[in-house]
């Protein structure tokens, strides 16, 4: 048998379940799971049927009865699902069987899923990329021999003589690593051009060749004992041969602005980064690299100096060596005399004159620089300033039309000779006059580092008040200008005497000697007008 409500054919005409007048469901709520209150009405009306009828027709209406209430919610009663574990809480029993076939199937289905044991794959142990540059083997001579018996000071020199030689292996190493992987690489894949490379690298594959004879020379005087004997004669015979740096240095100025230049290419950056990032370059660039034999070269004073220091009075290198050490120190100076006029050539060719009368005839004169670069004027622009050896220039930096770097003249250059240099004590506003020293009493940043340039004599120009980037930056400068001051009025008293003895004019020796003594003059107190306030 089997209970069915009464408007069952209506109930199957509607898209959802209503139940009849005065039926009453305890666990009924709407669709937001509030209980409601249930109208009495007149009771169910209930028939009995005894024909079995089909359980599967049952089993799909009130399974469509259920979906289609959940598709459109709505004030309507529905039964809530919030707590139901299985379809048996939300489907009224009808019948039995139907009722059991129904939790037959609710076992089955499973909302959870059951545990799988995960097995993780081994990891593949990965190579750790070195972050730290190849370091030099750290080797000393005592750790090439087993035993010995010599005193603290012998030691000492054979450890400076095995320093030297070292450094004449690792030298080699570095330039045949330099052609190896940036010259060739670069002209295979034509990065750059051949003429561009060899203007960047110069003369870098003569030194190989100058640097492995001395090796030689030095490996072929170590003992059974590994101990070397006499090593001045040596070197006193083979310095001569360092005469090529002068060429090989005096190109690295155009070299460097070249470099710099090529640098901005994308294919240029992009494979002189990777060479960087490798484990080979040791974190150096290719400038470094480049830069490695004048590093050397200037290093030879000072071992020859450590190997003196070590030799005993009765050794046979005692004689030699203070030769050797002259000889050494010539051909460094030699070789910063000729790269210091090269350097000034090429930054004087670089100038570019807004009025034909800022050529100074100083300028072209002059042989090198004392040092250059960037200092700021009071207003805050950046200015390039060149102290060339005979005069004091003011430039903004600029590029030609091809991307290199010029230097636009900025105001009158002062010829050394002729400047008065001025310490500005720090807080002392640089500019008295102006609108925002009024306001801030000369206590802003912007007068620290500070120092002032005048010309004196005729061609007196407006001073020009110069910031440094820092302290140190600015005692550089101030020094730099009075050694420049000095030399100049010193060599323009000079020419001005010589030109006293070769003229016959009674006049113009009268004029020449009123210029000299004006001239020695303001030397001596030249050095009032410099000291520091």
Request: charged letters at 30%; proline letters at 6%; aromatic letters at 6%.
């Amino acid at each position: 048998m089997e209970v069915e409500e009464a408007g069952e054919e209506a109930a199957a005409a509607t898209t959802s379940w209503c139940p009849l007048p005065g039926e009453v469901h305890p666990s009924v709520c709407d669709h937001a799971g509030k209980r409601k209150q249930e109208q009495p009405g007149p009771g169910p009306v209930i028939r009995i049927i005894e024909d079995d009828e089909d359980d599967e027709e049952e089993d799909e209406m009130m399974m469509c009865d259920h979906m289609k209430d959940t598709e459109e919610p709505c004030n309507k009663r529905v039964k809530p699902v919030a707590k139901s574990n299985s379809l048996t809480g939300v489907i009224t029993p009808a019948k039995t069987s139907a009722f059991k076939r129904i939790q037959s199937i609710s076992r089955s289905i499973s909302f959870r899923t059951e545990p799988r044991p995960v097995t993780l794959a081994p990891l593949r142990p990965r190579a750790k990329a070195s972050s730290f540059p190849r370091r030099r083997n750290s080797q000393c001579w005592s750790d090439t021999v087993e035993s010995h018996d010599l005193t603290a000071k012998e030691i000492k020199r054979q450890e400076v003589i095995y320093e030297l030689t070292q450094g004449e292996r690792q030298l080699i190493d570095d330039l045949s690593l330099v052609k190896k992987v940036y010259y060739e690489p670069m002209l295979k894949l034509d990065i750059m051009t051949e003429s561009e490379l060899g203007q960047i690298f110069g003369t870098l594959d003569s030194l190989i060749p100058l640097h492995e004879d001395l090796l030689e020379r030095l490996e072929g005087l170590r003992g059974s004992e590994k101990t070397v004997g006499e090593v001045a004669p040596t070197l006193q015979d083979w310095f001569p041969c360092l005469d090529a740096y002068v060429t090989y240095c005096c190109n690295q100025v155009g070299a460097k602005a070249l470099l710099d230049l090529k640098k901005q290419e994308k294919r240029v950056e992009h494979f002189l980064r990777l060479c960087q990032e490798s484990s080979f370059s040791r974190k150096l660039d290719l400038w470094n690299f480049l830069d490695l034999p004048r590093s050397r070269l200037v290093k030879y004073p000072l071992l020859l100096k450590e190997i003196q220091k070590c030799t005993p009075v009765d050794h046979p290198d005692e004689e030699i060596l203070p030769d050797a050490l002259e000889l050494i120190q010539s051909i460094v100076a030699e070789v910063n005399t000729k790269t210091g006029e090269a350097e000034c050539q090429f930054y004087r060719r670089g100038l570019f004159y807004l009025e034909e009368g800022q050529r100074l005839p100083e300028i072209q004169l002059s042989r090198f620089l004392y040092c250059h670069g960037e200092l700021k004027s009071t207003k805050g622009q950046k200015l390039h300033v060149f102290l060339f050896e005979l005069a004091l220039v003011l430039t903004r930096p600029g590029e030609d039309k091809v991307g290199g770097q010029v230097f636009h003249v900025y105001r009158q250059p002062l010829p050394n000779a002729l400047i008065n240099l001025e310490e500005i004590p720090d807080g002392e506003a640089s500019g008295g006059s102006s609108f925002r020293g009024a306001f801030t009493g000369g206590n802003d940043k912007g007068s620290k580092n500070c120092f002032r340039v005048s010309s004196r004599g005729r061609s007196k120009v407006h001073p020009y008040s110069l910031q440094a980037n820092d302290s140190f930056s600015k005692q550089q400068w101030i020094s730099c200008l009075r050694q420049a001051i000095v030399h100049s009025r010193d060599k323009r008293a000079q020419t001005d005497r010589s030109q006293l003895s070769a003229s016959p004019d009674p006049a113009l020796s009268d004029h020449a000697l009123c210029h000299i003594a004006d001239l020695n003059l303001g030397s001596s107190t030249g050095k009032a007008d410099h000291t520091c306030r």
